[in-house]
């Protein structure tokens, strides 16, 4: 089982990027996904997760509006489309996969993907 996250990078405050997360070894339709971040220096919270049939989104509050999860079950992929980055969105984000009805909460998510760094300077 593995997820690879990929697309991090360095980008001004105000603009967009969007990573995106690949599944394997696993029937990723039958996962909820959700993506997460960790900032230095401070705990791993919640930003995203999206059910598995695609049909219903969460957002933390700080970044509602801002970013859009989806997903795509033919290839296996989630992504994660940030917009309006400010310098506080600077983080390790990790994608995760869950099979719990409780999507939005992050010790439900039991499989972890590596990382991609997203810095956002001013």
């Known amino acids: 089982v593995q997820l690879q996250a990929s697309g991090g990078g360095l980008v001004q405050a105000g603009g967009s990027l969007s990573v995106s997360c690949a599944a394997s070894?696993?029937?990723?339709?039958?996962?909820?996904m959700g993506w997460f971040r960790q900032a230095p220096g401070k705990e791993r919270e919640f930003v995203a997760a999206?059910?598995?049939?695609?049909?219903?989104?969460a957002y933390a509050d700080s970044v509602k509006g801002r970013f859009t999860i989806s997903r795509n079950n033919a290839k296996n992929v989630v992504g994660l489309q940030m917009n309006s980055l400010g310098v506080e969105d600077t983080a390790v984000y990790y994608c995760?996969?869950?099979?719990?009805?409780?999507?939005?909460?992050?010790?439900?998510?039991?499989?972890w993907g590596q990382g991609t760094l997203v810095t956002v300077s001013s």
């Open positions: 999206i059910r598995r049939s695609g049909l219903g989104s």
């Open positions: 995760a996969a869950t099979k719990s009805v409780q999507w939005t909460t992050m010790g439900q998510y039991n499989v």
């Open positions: 070894g696993l029937t990723f339709s039958t996962y909820n």
